[in-house]
């Protein structure tokens, strides 16, 4: 049986996987990682081996080694790290359920499976449940994207048939923006412990640079000053905004991470490509202009 | 340096992976698979660990596995057996592309990754160079299907830079229904000995049990007798077409095959469910009408 | 010169287009409509002739017939009456746009076009201005419906340039989810009168019926009450949610609309069906067991 | 009831609207258009109204002119005009059904809605017929286009109900690349007189300027000369691939008729702009390479 549940609160970042400049994961620059988030930018929760570590980039192997090294630096520091387990293979997945458990991790999720699909929803559940069987101690999570999934089954129809079937159901990572949809995820298992966690996988990136700003628009807004959480909404949208702008996915984060943190997380592996020159020169010019966000270099 | 290449020339079917009532590879029955496709059904070539042979649903461990089951049953029966190596992790790819070259496979193909995606030709060209190299010696197929990779990279653009950086390339598996695209692929590279092998995965499974009429086709068509040949074609299509109506997929290949062969395929694997009762007794029921089909049940 | 623009303000209600049981426009309920969505649902804005008021399915003679009933009947009685004249021919939409200034309605919008469609920004805007110049002295409005239109471009981008072609801009009804380009939108336009309504067509739709409690909903916002706000929103949530599982689109509106106003609205024209009697029934009953709304049937 | 159906044969081309430089209707070159289209290219069936000739951007007065105008300058010239007289709105385009059997056009053709959609085949067929009654002695084509209207209801299912609800069906217009579904509307249909015409509108529209050399193609293939069919075939596809890698749309067929025929074509009316000077440029240096087309210019 389930172990009384922590419930996951405060923000979670999608860590990124360093690398070094051949490709190679870089263990050595996890420590202080952990510190950074923790000290700098107050977020004590990691989703790790996510889009944003290119989790499924990474061979088994090498997701089981990162798992364990964030497991590992972060013990007496963060609060949760929660692994993506998520794979096209479902054996590949309870094999990384399984390693999840043995290494201590606080929490499993999992992505739909997005090249051959899943019918319906019985199927989803289907498949998820045998993931979560293979760590029953481990609080679970599903990874809701429809847009990369294409599993057109909104959140809140899945939530009525998965805590059944999966008893350690724990609640779920909304990457999308359907808002009728989390509303009625929310309104409907308000009694319950669960977490729905609210954001596509670049703006849990951007906890990485921007959890400080965040945390700050989250106190504001819950001490009720609307205008002081307005202002920090507006400073990290016109970031984001202008980083879209030129362009922003998972190399564009690689490079702005290490351009606000001084820790060097190298290129990412192909089929990705390192942010170009071009774009780097221009975040670290708008990093001069911020006050609320400076450059290490 | 690469041997000297031996065409592609006929059907190549894609291979169904057999399975027991539990969802385990059942390799005990690939020999009389290969036996069925060269003896009854004319088909001398095989794709193997593509989507009809749920080859992203298997472990590396299980399409190392399967890949050198197929080798080694068809040595001396089959012309080539190509060996789908593509993953969404580099890593894999190439350890898969090292093992088929190990066991003698006759060429690999890979299709480009589709969760983080090649932002462009040049990345994509890249990332099958560094799969293509783990085998130097091998025929190096790729295989496009822009609808599921998202990459709008046509053919036809890719083959102008794709023989310098990939000197084993030789040919591609075009799963799109672009006909211009296929046509000027066939044009700009009539002289040289590639292969393009045309067509969904559905219809490379359909060989599995419509090679025998396929074949026909083509030899009527060769022969100039147009009204021989459309009359195949028309066979070959309202028998898909019915069972597209049903809902067509892997799962359904499957039964199909089994009712056909008389060769148990087995259900498929989660995230697949097996094909309802219903739909194989539609078929079976269909089967009992067609005079160049028949139902071994 | 434009005049000196009176902001808008408060709920907007898409407006839906009344007919007969032989799909003709039932001009003889529009006065009750508008005494309903006044004095019932607190909502003193509409926009005729969008999707809920089935604009594109009526001729243009009949579009102006139908703006022209809702101007009379709404004078002294609604606060502003917007009039949607966005057409495929910009000859049809220029003559709409001169209409509803003749008729003295309060503003018109225009969607992008979306069979040709204009290949990037500068090529909307364009469009727009010429349709804007033919009502020189309306507010003029965007209405941003990337999904329907294709059109991938994000409304903040927009706001760069309209402004200086298009002298009567005066905000945009945003159809997107894309909360970060809603967010700029409005972040960079706080000093300015523009007005920025947000919401998909099937929202502004449910101001209808829902109108009232979504005023009970901004007003508990508004006194920082928001357990009361939370409340409201997931009444409406509830609501929208059930009969988006039923099935929900322009005849449901009509159907829902008919039950809780008591006035017929009728069916809708081809290419939409009536909705069908079991769905009307499933609401009927659905309305009973609710105390914020009623079925006058 | 109506007239006995004279089949549609050989090539049919899409017309373009010929436009003045302001964006106006010129209609006085449309006698030479017809001239060229049967001496030149050999093309005496036109499709009006359609993509190519901006029919949805041309107001429903403008419509009936130009349909007027190309069957009365067509008359004893072309074999038949077949007019496009779908709209969103059911009442325009029963108007334009009406004008076009009062003109004395050989036959119309109908788009699907595709702003507000029909749900299902029934409701579409309902739609269609609607339309077709408007003009009871005119032979009815349906303008499949799934891309476009995103109903995703295939060509043959659709002809299994439309003939006892459409008396005046005679066939489709087949813009899809399902090849399966196209095969099998020619099957199930060849005893009857249906025309089935395949290709999307920018193939149809090539023929304008390349329906010589298509027709030079479908001859060699009629007397079983492959090699020369295949010819053929190639130098049309390298020529629209030079153009589609240009970037390829109603304004660039504009630019490239006007080039090849010397017929000024003008520019497009908005939503669309002019093809680029460097287009033009191009299409210029390459049919000077060409022997098969040439520029006039």
Not at 49 to 75: F, H, M, P, Y
Not at 109 to 135: C, M, S, T
Not at 182 to 200: I, K, M, P
Request: aromatic letters at 10%; glycine letters at 8%; a positive charge.
């Amino acid at each position: 049986m389930a172990s009384p549940k922590k419930r996951l609160q405060g923000l979670v970042a999608a860590t990124i996987t360093p690398m070094t400049e051949h490709g190679e994961i870089n263990f050595s620059v996890i420590g202080q990682y952990v510190d950074y988030l923790v000290e700098k930018q107050g977020v004590k929760n990691i989703f790790v081996n996510g889009t944003t570590g290119e989790g499924l980039s990474l061979s088994v192997s090498e997701r089981r080694q990162v798992a364990e090294a964030w497991v590992t630096k972060g013990r007496n520091k963060l609060d949760q790290v929660v692994i993506h387990v998520g794979a096209l293979s479902l054996k590949e997945s309870q094999e990384l359920a399984r390693h999840a458990a043995e290494i201590g991790a606080d929490g499993i999720a999992v992505i739909a499976p997005f090249f051959l699909k899943p019918w319906n929803k019985d199927v989803l559940i289907n498949f998820l449940r045998e993931v979560a069987a293979a760590a029953p101690a481990l609080p679970f999570y599903y990874y809701h994207v429809p847009a990369l999934t294409g599993v057109k089954i909104r959140a809140e129809e899945l939530l009525d048939g998965i805590q059944e079937k999966i008893p350690t159901f724990q609640g779920l990572k909304f990457s999308d923006t359907d808002l009728l949809d989390f509303g009625q995820c929310v309104d409907q298992h308000r009694q319950r412990q669960f977490a729905f966690l609210f954001g596509v996988d670049e703006l849990f990136s951007t906890y990485n640079y921007l959890g400080k700003k965040t945390n700050q628009m989250l106190e504001a807004f819950e001490r009720k000053d609307f205008s002081s959480a307005l202002n920090c909404q507006f400073c990290i949208q016109r970031f984001i905004n202008f980083v879209i702008k030129l362009g922003f996915g998972v190399s564009q984060t690689k490079a702005i991470m290490t351009l606000v943190s001084g820790i060097p997380m190298g290129p990412p592996r192909l089929p990705l490509q390192k942010a170009s020159r071009e774009f780097t020169d221009n975040v670290k010019a708008k990093l001069k202009s911020l006050d609320f966000l400076s450059c290490t270099d």
